[in-house]
């Protein structure tokens, strides 16, 4: 008989090899790759509680302001009494005003005022700022794919051993200039930090989370197909463990009907005719706001192995993802038309690294006569499929299947620069197949 994989003892013995390495290894870094919801800013806490609990002070380095004040939050709840120190920028509001309810935690824009703490964290921005100071013996630099490796090498003098946690399959480093000058150089600035750090180190171990807690059984597999070929990994569920309802029935639109598939499945599609559209295509729009309203109206409610009572899918647990940020104003103008507020609209780089219980997503080639790097970039998809507990609704034109067979990649090739693999036509493909089961045709 095959033994059935215990998600929560892979998921200990991968955290288990990795506090090992940070401790009592002699590496001067460690890589950790994470699927989206397999516990990394909790793996990030427990590994700065455990440095700090064996006498050795560390600085953090997130990439977001954001970012760092919800480490800072969640370690002063695991550890109320550990000093804490939140670097931060001399902008008029710098942080989360929920931070001043701290008692352990001390904040400045000085990192001489925070010497001594057993725990400093801030942004890499703010860190590279910070000189003439005694190193750490300690980083820990999370959201590691996200830290372009400039910005590494801006911070790297600061500490002598770091670990890096983050998640190979989101959106790649923002950068405002192009950088073709530097494709395939060792040293291109706008590479990820732990791709330009491995391809200079490539003995440094590394590890990776093994179990997605929060992708539901019904989308584990897909994303981890489609955006994790060589890491694959699996839900820390399985099918039943989570299920949603609603108390209103159903009124036979499209909206409703698509809810109801994907309140069963997990995945949803509407499809909408094919047609080229204006970015901010105004029937998608009003399909993903009613899609929402309905879903709200409707009285859902989820069970899960958080409550195995009914729990109600309000406002802030839902999410629209958009490619664009005019789409996104689209929505929200759709949205307050229909009475609906609470719900986060944004796109999939403000998305990134939140969790919600049900998403329902504007597919970013959807109405579009071509198919753009951008578009194609699989990041993007990765994002906006993974950011779901229970179910994700996917709004999209019908035809985008054959816009990709009928524009094939015109980027060019260049010498040294490692191809993505999956690549953006691929991964596309792998989760339309996906969606076509789970299609509902709708003409508005």
């Keep these: 008989m095959t033994a059935v994989l215990d998600p929560g003892a892979a998921a200990a013995r991968a955290t288990d090899a990795i506090l090992g390495d940070t401790l009592r290894g002699t590496a001067r870094g460690i890589v950790v790759d994470s699927p989206p919801g397999a516990g990394k800013s909790t793996l990030v806490v427990r590994a700065a509680l455990e440095l700090a609990a064996a006498g050795r002070p560390l600085m953090v380095v997130a990439q977001t302001n954001s970012q760092v004040d919800d480490l800072v939050v969640r370690l002063a709840e695991k550890a109320p009494d550990l000093p804490v120190g939140r670097l931060h920028s001399s902008d008029s509001d710098p942080y989360d005003k929920v931070l001043d309810g701290l008692d352990n935690v001390r904040k400045s824009a000085k990192a001489a005022d925070l010497a001594g703490l057993d725990i400093v964290i801030s942004t890499a ?193 839902v999410a629209v993802g958009t490619a664009h940020r005019d789409q996104a104003a689209a929505v929200r103008a759709a949205l307050t038309e229909l009475g609906v507020t609470g719900v986060a609209v944004d796109t999939a780089n403000r998305l990134q690294g939140r969790e919600f219980d049900v998403t329902v997503i504007l597919h970013p080639l959807s109405g579009r006569p071509d198919a753009t790097a951008f578009h194609l970039e699989t990041g993007r998809l990765c994002v906006l499929a993974s950011r779901h507990r229970h179910a994700c609704v996917v709004v999209c034109r019908e035809g985008v299947a054959d816009l990709l067979d009928e524009h094939p990649s015109t980027e060019p090739v260049q010498l040294g620069v490692t191809v993505k693999f999956p690549d953006g036509w691929e991964a596309n493909h792998a989760v339309l197949a996906h969606l076509r089961e789970h299609r509902v045709p709708w003409r508005p």
């Design 125 to 317: 921005a703010k860190w590279a700022h910070v000189k003439n100071v005694e190193p750490w013996g300690h980083a820990i630099v999370d959201e590691a794919y996200q830290m372009r490796s400039d910005a590494l090498l801006a911070v790297a003098g600061l500490f002598e051993r770091a670990l890096f946690v983050g998640d190979p399959g989101q959106l790649d480093p923002f950068s405002i200039v192009g950088a073709d000058q530097w494709a395939g150089l060792s040293y291109d600035p706008s590479a990820s930090a732990v791709s330009t750090l491995l391809a200079h180190n490539p003995e440094l171990p590394q590890h990776r989370l093994p179990v997605s807690w929060r992708l539901p059984a019904s989308a584990a597999p897909l994303v981890s197909d489609a955006f994790y070929p060589f890491t694959p990994f699996r839900s820390g569920t399985d099918h039943g463990d989570r299920r949603m309802s609603f108390g209103v029935p159903s009124d036979g639109s499209g909206p409703d009907r698509v809810l109801d598939e994907a309140a069963e499945s997990g995945w949803g599609l509407l499809e909408l005719p094919a047609r080229h559209t204006p970015r901010t295509d105004p029937e998608a729009v009003r399909a993903v706001a009613l899609v929402v309203s309905r879903l709200l109206d409707r009285g859902g409610a989820a069970t899960s192995e958080r409550s195995p009572a009914p729990v109600p899918v309000t406002a802030d647990r």
